[in-house]
C-alpha cells in the first residue's frame, strides 16, 4: 500500500477536496525552511499553525520552536492529520478549521498568539472565506505578531490571489513577500506579515 506522502495520494486528496487541499503535492523542505525563518518562530512563545497537510512545515516549526513554546495545529482533513502524526509524534493536531483558533488558544490558556502559520489555499477561497479566515487570524494575533503563508507564483495573478494580498496589505501594517522558491512545485513565495 502506498504512502499518503508520495505524490499519487496527495493528488488523490486534491481530487477529493480541491478547495480544502489547495495543491497536487506537499509543500518543499525549502519553502518550510523559508517560512519558518520569516515567522521568527525560535523568540515566539504561543505559535499556531493552520492547515498543516502532511506536516513539512509542523516538522521543520518543531525542530525549531523553544522547549518553552506552546504550539498547536488546526487542520480538517483526517488522513493529513493522522500524517501530520506519523511525522511529528509529539505535535499537538487538532481536526478543526481555522475559524475556531480562539477556541483553542482558551483550550491552552492563552488570549492572543505570537505567531500563525498558514498552508491554507487562500487564492482558492471565496471572498467571504477569506475575509472571515483573515479577520480570525488578526484578531487572535498580538500586536505586533507575526501571520506568515505561502502563495503560488502563478495564483497571484489570479483574481483570488490578488484580493487576498489587497487584504493582507488593509489588515496588516507590514506585508512582506519573500523570494520564490523556484523548486516547490508549483513554485512558491511567502507573505509575512506584521500586526
Not at 94 to 108: E, G
Not at 139 to 163: C, M, N
Amino acid at each position: 500500500m502506498l504512502k499518503l506522502t508520495t505524490p499519487i495520494n496527495f493528488f488523490i486528496q486534491f481530487l477529493i477536496s480541491p478547495v480544502k487541499t489547495g495543491a497536487i503535492v506537499p509543500s518543499s523542505k525549502k519553502l518550510a525552511q523559508l517560512i519558518t525563518d520569516t515567522s521568527n518562530i525560535s523568540d515566539a512563545r504561543f505559535i499556531v499553525e493552520i492547515g498543516s497537510g502532511t506536516g513539512v512545515f509542523t516538522e521543520t516549526i518543531v525542530q525549531q520552536i523553544s522547549k518553552d513554546a506552546i504550539f498547536f495545529v488546526l487542520e480538517v482533513n483526517s488522513q493529513f492529520i493522522e500524517e501530520t502524526k506519523k511525522r511529528c509524534p509529539n505535535a499537538i493536531v487538532y481536526q478543526d478549521s481555522a475559524t475556531h483558533i480562539r477556541d483553542y488558544l482558551k483550550k491552552h490558556n492563552i488570549d492572543k498568539c505570537d505567531c500563525i502559520i498558514s498552508s491554507l489555499p487562500w487564492a482558492g477561497f471565496s471572498k467571504d472565506q477569506q475575509a472571515m479566515l483573515l479577520q480570525t487570524v488578526v484578531d487572535v494575533l498580538k500586536p505586533e505578531g507575526l501571520f506568515s503563508t505561502f502563495a503560488y507564483a502563478h495564483a497571484q495573478f489570479f483574481p483570488g490571489g490578488r484580493i487576498f494580498r489587497n487584504r493582507l496589505i488593509d489588515k496588516f501594517k507590514y506585508v512582506n513577500k519573500t523570494k520564490i522558491i523556484w523548486k516547490n512545485f508549483p513554485p512558491a513565495f511567502v507573505y509575512y506579515c506584521q500586526k
